[in-house]
């Protein structure tokens, strides 16, 4: 059991949590600047490989909804372990095969296998740590998280440029392995009380936690703060390539600067922790959605990249403040089923994000940035709408003072 370990193993083993958990967006983003070079290897359109992308977010997704009763019930350690080793597999089979059709099954696989592993590892931090220590890394969780998105297209653009598509996946297989002995070597349990594996009690607690409208609403506006961020992730690399005419390279750059407006959204959220909640998630409601109408109006007269990419920087950061505020606000409302609270919210937050990349991507070509830009606007009406949904509860929830 990790709690009885030394300070120092301990340490490490929280070292290698918080790189496991980038894990998921090197997944997820490593290949976006492959895409327009995917489809002309495998001979198929955009549609069918941006569907490669809904398949490991409706799979992880759906896959979280149940990871975390059953990490409950088996502990973290082991199956994280296992996973690693699937997804060691998993990737060197994409790697070598031509099939869009095994890609997408294989996809499946990694975002099963990486829930396990992802909502172990957040919920590690809850089973080691308590008050404000627990706090305090959670806190952490959606800047380590953010690390992916960014660094990963960044090294996906030159990979691709350099080798071929493919070397994406031999990466995710090398980050895989050697975080597979890794844990091996230095991490453990720390799962103190497992609890039995009752589907009826799992099935009672989540209609519990999604009674609990804070909960609940909690896990809309992270859905749709991704879904946001998905507009770019989805068509930015086609658009890029075929509208703009730049290359992989450049699409890794413009994805390395929103991936950091991401981080730079959850810094500024934990620096304004204190700073009245609802009035926070207005502001940066309202800001983004003013900010994608200017995008869209003045992309009839501005046609360069930079400018996209300068509205799509701030739009992001909105993003990335309104997804942090929420998942520590969240994650804290269930401490005591940690593991189930964490897989129930991250599975409907996937489950969220892959409904509304699977619409994006269906409805009409995003073939410019004008195509976009209107998806920013729609999505960010959308979220603004659930905000203020969020703040006119939390006040009708608030006796009033006299």
Request: a positive charge; charged letters at 10%; aromatic letters at 14%.
């Amino acid at each position: 059991m990790l709690q009885s370990a030394s300070a120092s193993r301990k340490r490490f083993a929280t070292i290698l949590a918080f790189i496991c958990i980038p894990l998921s967006g090197f997944i997820t983003d490593i290949y976006l600047p492959s895409f327009p070079a995917m489809a002309k290897d495998l001979g198929v359109s955009a549609d069918k490989i941006q569907l490669t992308l809904t398949c490991f977010f409706m799979s992880y997704g759906f896959s979280q909804m149940f990871v975390g009763s059953l990490l409950d019930s088996l502990g973290r350690y082991r199956p994280a372990v296992i996973s690693l080793g699937v997804l060691v597999l998993s990737s060197l089979l994409i790697g070598i095969t031509h099939s869009v059709a095994l890609i997408c099954f294989l996809r499946v696989v990694q975002g099963t296998a990486t829930a396990f592993v992802i909502v172990g590892k957040r919920a590690f931090f809850v089973d080691l740590y308590e008050g404000e220590e627990r706090k305090h890394y959670l806190s952490y969780l959606t800047i380590t998280w953010s690390l992916g998105p960014i660094v990963a297209p960044f090294l996906g653009g030159f990979l691709q440029q350099y080798l071929n598509w493919q070397s994406n996946f031999y990466f995710l297989a090398i980050y895989a392995f050697i975080m597979f002995v890794l844990e091996l070597s230095f991490s453990g349990e720390t799962l103190v009380h497992r609890k039995p594996f009752e589907l009826k009690k799992i099935r009672d607690n989540y209609a519990h936690m999604l009674s609990n409208s804070t909960f609940l609403l909690g896990i809309v506006i992270l859905g749709l703060s991704y879904s946001v961020v998905m507009v770019f992730n989805i068509a930015g690399p086609f658009v890029i390539e075929n509208s703009f005419h730049f290359n992989s390279v450049v699409i890794g750059y413009c994805t390395l600067i929103l991936g950091f407006s991401w981080m730079i959204g959850g810094i500024v959220s934990k620096r304004l922790i204190n700073v009245d909640f609802s009035r926070k998630l207005i502001i940066a409601g309202f800001t983004q959605l003013i900010l994608t109408v200017m995008l869209f109006v003045t992309g009839f007269v501005m046609h360069d990249l930079w400018w996209f990419v300068m509205f799509a920087f701030v739009i992001h950061i909105c993003s990335g403040f309104l997804f942090t505020n929420l998942f520590t606000h969240s994650m804290l409302v269930f401490p005591q089923n940690a593991g189930l609270a964490s897989g129930l919210m991250g599975g409907m937050v996937y489950v969220v994000t892959s409904f509304s990349s699977y619409v994006l991507s269906t409805t009409g070509k995003m073939a410019t940035s004008g195509d976009m830009s209107l998806r920013y606007v729609v999505m960010s009406t959308i979220l603004t709408c659930a905000v203020i949904a969020v703040v006119r509860m939390r006040a009708a929830k608030t006796p009033a003072i006299a």
